[in-house]
Structures are given as structure tokens and as C-alpha cells.
């Protein structure tokens, strides 16, 4: 039962046995995501089908909006699938968010001279952990060999994660921007540093870890609603299903699904339904009838050769919550 993920530099190895070797426990977690960033910072041009579907889901959004003074976009690393000159001709303020800060520096630099003082960085962990010693306890356990301490570990955040700090950016928002963004919270770190076990051991923790992923991802929404002006907008997609063939294995998915280019969305829809084992860990949140949704947009994000997402797309304003 293989269910580590590999290291970001793809060199078949797990990222403790590899780029995090050497990596300060308290650091692992951002170390992981910038290489994540690094990997994929040359694929702004092959991503550009990806980017024009966020650009046409914000294109959308604006009919919406009263106003156009500030936008966020949250995790937006490297921005290869962000239209950041779209964003930069319709709002006053952009403020781009990611716990990398070289990443954001990548993302600025595309952007022409006269455009530069309408954006801002916020280096902020979307997940609220990062500030805590919990990321620190999960390396030094696996790094130990310790499976059942990295069992307690999860339980306890599992139990905790609702006392655990949110994360906190202090402003509204006209428009609250989040591309592929859930997914990525916590479950590719883990899983990347999941210590040897047990088959029944790593049962349990893969079932913990799609449970803390899930309630992680329904802060997120809180966190979304809550950046948003009560006349603003949410763009919102999230990569719903993978299709994966590298090494002539195809993963579940596509089992299921031999060619993706036929999906349209009511076959999306029944997948959601009937499929639920096969939908990606913190993809989609019960929270999302925290917002009225009047847009969906299906697409096929072509990650590389071999490795493609089904996204979908969501423009959403919030709802008004009873105190």
C-alpha cells in the first residue's frame, strides 16, 4: 500500500529521505511548499489554458461587484495560474498571500513597471499551524521512526485543530481569489513525511488526515466569508479529481476515467455524487453553503505530461449569517 508522496524535486524519493534531510523540523513544512513552488515555476506558458479559465471565472465575478478597490489572491506562490494584469487593470489594490516569499517575488517580476505599485505581498500560513509546534512534532517523529508518537500527534490535532490560532489578515476584500488551494493545506506535507508502519497503522492515519484535511479546508471557507465584503466575491476553484498515468500506472481515477477530454459536468456531477472515494482529499468543503454560488466553470488542468486535474471552478458571494 504505497501512499507517500514523493518529493517535489521528483527524484522518486520521500522529501525526508531526500531535500528535507538536512531541514530544520520548524522550517519543514515551508521548505516543502517553496520547492513545490521552484518545480513548477517554469510552467506559466503550458499553464495558460488553466490561467485563462481563472481569468474567465474573475471576468465573471466582476458583474457581481459594486466595487473594485482591492482584491486577494490567497496561495498564490508563483501566480502561474493567476491573470495578475486582468487583476491589476480592475482593482485598485491586489494583494497577493503565500507563506513563500520567493515565490511572490517570481510572480512580481512578470508584471510591467507601471503595474508593480497597485500589488502587495502578505506572507501568511493559510492553515494556522505553521505558528504552532505541531509540523515540528510530525518531522522529528518520522525522522525517529516513531510511528505510533506520529499516530498521537495527528489525534491530538485532530481533537485541538478547532483552538488552534486562524489565520489572520486584518482587511476586506472585494474579491477573494483561491486557485488549487485547499487541497494543498496539509495532506501533501503529511503524507510526504508519513514514518514507516503497520498497514493497520497507516490505515488509521490516512483516515485522520483526510479527517483533519477536511476540517482544515472548512476553516478555509470560514476564512474566505469572513475576508469578504458583505457586496463582494469569492473566485473559487479547487482541482476536484486527479488523472495520473506517470510510469504507465494509472491511479483510480484513471481506471475510471480512461480519456478525461470526454468529462462535461453532469458526468462531473455523478462522479461527485457516486464516486465520493475517488474525489481529492480537502477539495470541497460542507461550507460552501456558507455563499450563494451563481457561476460554476469546468476545466481540465494539464499539470504535465501524464498528470492532469479536473477543476472546478465557483464564483460565490456570501450569504449573511445569523450571529
Known sequence: MKISFLCPCLSRKTYLDCCGREIDPEYSYVHYLSLINQNTAGCYDAWSHHREAVKKLISESLH?????DRCIVLGAGNCNDIP???????????????????SLLRALSRLPDNMNKKFQTLYIDLTGLN????????VEAS???YYKRFLSSLRKLR????????PKI????????SVCVTTQLFSPFIFSILPH???????????????????????????????TFPDGCVVLASDIFEWNTEGNKANEF????RNPYNLNSDMINNLLNFKQHLVTMGSLSVNLKMFECPYILDWLWEFKKDKMYIVRGFVLYPKRLAC
Do not use: W
Not at 457581481?64 to 473594485?68: F, G, T
Not at 494584469?85 to 520567493?102: M, S
Not at 498497514?199 to 474566505?224: C, G, H, P, Q, W
Open 159 to 166: 481533537a485541538n485543530l478547532l483552538d488552534f490560532p486562524f
Open 197 to 227: 508502519s503497520p498497514k493497520m497503522a497507516l490505515n488509521k492515519m490516512t483516515t485522520i488526515i483526510r479527517e483533519i484535511s477536511n476540517l482544515l479546508v472548512d476553516r478555509y471557507f470560514v476564512l474566505l466569508h469572513d475576508l
Open 254 to 257: 484513471a481506471k475510471v476515467i
Open 170 to 177: 486584518g482587511q476586506n476584500y472585494d474579491l477573494v481569489v
Open 84 to 102: 495578475l494584469e486582468y487583476l491589476g487593470e480592475n482593482f485598485q489594490q491586489v494583494h497577493l498571500a503565500d507563506i513563500d516569499r520567493q
Open 64 to 68: 457581481y461587484l459594486k466595487k473594485r
Open 143 to 145: 525522522r525517529q521512526r
Open 131 to 138: 505558528e504552532t509546534e505541531i509540523f515540528k512534532d510530525f
